[in-house]
């Protein structure tokens, strides 16, 4: 059998995208389009490699086999793409997808990246952990930086680790700066989208403590937990650095509860370096190269 890159492409697309719609969509082209090349594929293949059950798609074990490899074409057509897409002498398009709780940590670095580099344009793109992470797979970045959740998706990502950060209790007005893990159980807990490494992190290190907050309510994004959090609405669970200029400002008080494994854990994400763009190195250098100052 000899799959072609193009129908391996699709087939990561449609586990990505959780379907042959949403799949079209996103590669411009018709749904039948797609539809036929994951028949001829699973042609090929001699076996299926998705199927459909009442909870959605699912891989089978040839499936599993097999989307790693499909991921990593994918990832290489779409850098080729861009590569031949770019004019002679013009700028290297670096792209890096951010966790809203990184962006405070490394924003201030990529800009000077940027500066440092006439020939650099950069492109930051905020999101969420699991977003930023499914980017990076699909090739629609070519980085990230973000929060690491307790339990790590098998992927053939470089992971760098950056640095860890205490994730403390976030409320408004003057608080204890220090209380034990049962001061969770007396809140109500704002929390960011699932996804979130800082969310799935706290949530693990809570349950195993039998700390579960009286009321949950889920905001979204990191910045409107924190809005919130600044209204009265309820706590936060954040790291320390995303909160320290309202803290320092008296709006909101940060509580450490003294849990050394309620880290955040800050790492780069990018593919194999044999995948990587030009401009992408001065990049990892600027942020990764001097991580121990950060």
């Not at 996103?26 to 594929?41: D, I």
């Amino acid at each position: 059998m000899r799959f072609s890159a193009d129908q391996l492409a699709v087939f990561a697309a449609v586990v990505e995208h959780g379907g042959v719609t949403r799949a079209a969509g996103a590669l411009n082209v018709t749904q039948p389009a797609v539809s036929a090349r994951m028949r001829s594929l699973q042609a090929l293949a001699g076996r299926q490699l998705i199927v459909r059950t009442p909870r959605g798609l699912e891989l089978t074990p040839a499936g599993e086999a097999l989307l790693p490899h499909a991921r990593a074409v994918a990832r290489a057509m779409g850098r080729a793409e861009r590569a031949i897409a770019l004019p002679e002498a013009s700028e290297l398009q670096v792209s890096i997808a951010l966790s809203e709780a990184a962006v405070p940590l490394v924003a201030a670095r990529l800009a000077h990246a940027a500066l440092e580099a006439p020939r650099l344009e950069l492109r930051v793109v905020p999101c969420d952990a699991s977003t930023a992470v499914s980017a990076v797979v699909a090739g629609e970045v070519d980085a990230a930086v973000t929060v690491a959740g307790p339990d790590p998706p098998e992927d053939d990502l470089v992971r760098r680790p950056l640095l860890v950060d205490e994730i403390v209790l976030v409320r408004a007005g003057p608080h204890e700066p220090v209380a034990s893990l049962a001061a969770v159980e007396r809140e109500t807990i704002l929390w960011q989208a699932r996804g979130s490494g800082v969310r799935a992190t706290a949530e693990r290190v809570l349950e195993a403590a039998g700390a579960w907050p009286a009321r949950s309510l889920e905001i979204g994004s990191s910045l409107g937990v924190l809005a919130a959090a600044a209204a009265g609405h309820g706590a936060a669970l954040l790291p320390r650095r995303y909160v320290e200029s309202r803290v320092s400002t008296g709006e909101l008080t940060a509580t450490s509860l003294r849990a050394s494994d309620l880290s955040a854990r800050f790492e780069w994400l990018a593919a194999p370096v044999e995948h990587l763009g030009a401009g992408v190195g001065r990049v990892f250098e600027a942020v990764v190269g001097r991580a121990d100052s950060l």
